[in-house]
């Protein structure tokens, strides 16, 4: 009969447990925030990339020179 005992009060017994422990959907949502900012990065420096490419292509007339 002891088992009865335990109904009702299962989220006060796992506050207790895993008051320390991080929640699994934290977890998620923290890994998604940190890969949200590593690909921020790496694009922002492949935008960058492609401005400097863009810039210097038509500074200097593209492929072809047009000086001959």
């Given at each position: 009969m002891a088992?009865f005992?335990?109904?009702?009060?299962?989220?006060?017994m796992?506050?207790s447990?895993?008051?320390?422990?991080?929640?699994?959907?934290?977890k998620?949502?923290?890994k998604r925030?940190?890969?949200?900012?590593?690909?921020?990065t790496?694009?922002?420096?492949q935008g960058?990339?492609?401005?400097d490419?863009?810039?210097?292509?038509q500074?200097?007339?593209g492929?072809?020179?047009?000086?001959?």
């Amino acid at each position: 009969m002891a088992f009865f005992g335990l109904i009702g009060n299962d989220r006060q017994m796992a506050g207790s447990t895993y008051s320390t422990r991080e929640s699994a959907s934290d977890k998620a949502s923290r890994k998604r925030r940190e890969t949200h900012r590593r690909t921020l990065t790496a694009t922002a420096r492949q935008g960058q990339a492609w401005e400097d490419s863009e810039r210097q292509r038509q500074d200097h007339g593209g492929r072809r020179s047009w000086r001959r």
